[in-house]
């Protein structure tokens, strides 16, 4: 793993190859001229303020009690990359929605930035939850929620103890617990992870005797000729104007990154544990035939009570449900939502 220290902007230099790829509708930073977007702000359980954006569909009735849904980010990224589009989306779609921003990343609060907390993140799910309950124009029996990337992992934590999730869906899945326990495809052996544990408890001490904060994993932020498939996968999104957001009092340097000491907390997160006890709410795992994180939705769906579905999109890899409009299958969201909080309650 890549360790560096907190320092100034970086200018993102990609080979003289790389070209940015905005193929198959990728539109991250989508606006529609149909939803209007507003900035809230809210606490959790803890009295810490979670930062979210909440979408209404312009021909909303406010006097009405509409479904929502909540949208969480990939794992390092913030709202403005991914869960915006999505709730945008879905909002066109006539449902209320919110992206926000897990606790430690984007505009919510959490120190030190970038920390991994795995329970705190489930928290932010459930308190998004409190927030739209709250809100007249929501009908709060009737909320769903979906998790992009690392947030798909999250989302279920939070589901499992969480009831008024109604109606779980996940996009390209990372179980974070198992990617950093035994890396894709269980390529990491024991004695590999007991490293990266020893090497995050020696950086505590650095850090408790006054050393820098170190970083760890994330996306690279230069392409070498050896840089991986997958890394550079990344790098298309997180690294380039296709996806690139530094959010305010960040750095670009270590956007996506997660503190080093912090991160092996995802050693002891096993969100698939009692996954069958959402059951009857129904789940939807969407990952791609592509995907290097397929084995995380196959997993979750194989230990999962029914009302369940897995669905396989076609041409699509993990990063490709992002922002690919013309690959994201949004009337799947849109059949899942409306059958099991739209017409569930008719």
Not at 197 to 210: D, L
Not at 275 to 289: A, C, H, K, Q, V
């Amino acid at each position: 793993m890549t360790l560096l220290a907190a320092a100034g902007p970086v200018a993102f230099a990609a080979d003289t190859a790389f070209t940015t790829d905005l193929s198959k509708g990728a539109d991250n930073f989508y606006r529609s001229d149909k939803v209007i977007s507003k900035a809230v702000a809210f606490e959790n359980q803890y009295g810490m303020r979670v930062a979210g954006n909440l979408f209404t569909p312009k021909s909303f009735d406010r006097k009405a009690k509409a479904p929502a849904i909540v949208v969480g980010h990939p794992m390092g990224a913030v709202k403005e990359q991914s869960a915006n589009l999505y709730a945008t989306k879905m909002a066109e779609q006539g449902f209320v929605t919110m992206s926000l921003d897990l606790a430690f990343w984007g505009g919510s609060e959490g120190q030190p930035r970038n920390a991994v907390s795995p329970d705190m993140y489930a928290e932010s799910f459930s308190a998004a939850v409190d927030f739209l309950g709250s809100q007249a124009f929501v009908d709060k029996n009737r909320i769903g929620a979906i998790g992009v990337c690392g947030s798909g992992s999250f989302v279920i934590s939070a589901a499992k103890i969480d009831p008024r999730m109604k109606a779980i869906a996940t996009v390209s899945m990372y179980d974070m617990g198992a990617a950093n326990r035994d890396a894709l495809n269980h390529s990491q052996t024991v004695e590999q992870r007991k490293q990266i544990i020893a090497a995050a408890a020696e950086q505590r001490q650095v850090e408790f005797n006054g050393g820098a904060v170190q970083y760890t994993g994330g996306t690279v932020l230069k392409l070498a000729a050896d840089t991986h498939p997958i890394q550079r996968e990344f790098f298309d999104f997180y690294r380039t104007p296709r996806g690139e957001f530094t959010p305010k009092g960040a750095s670009a340097l270590t956007t996506t990154q997660p503190t080093l000491t912090s991160n092996v907390k995802f050693m002891n997160f096993y969100p698939f544990n009692d996954i069958e006890t959402i059951s009857p709410r129904p789940l939807l795992f969407i990952t791609g035939d592509q995907a290097h994180s397929r084995e995380f939705s196959e997993d979750a769906y194989k230990r999962a009570a029914v009302p369940k579905e897995l669905y396989v999109v076609a041409g699509a890899g993990h990063v490709d449900l992002y922002d690919r409009v013309a690959l994201i299958p949004f009337d799947k969201l849109t059949s899942f939502f409306n059958q099991h909080l739209v017409a569930a309650s008719a």
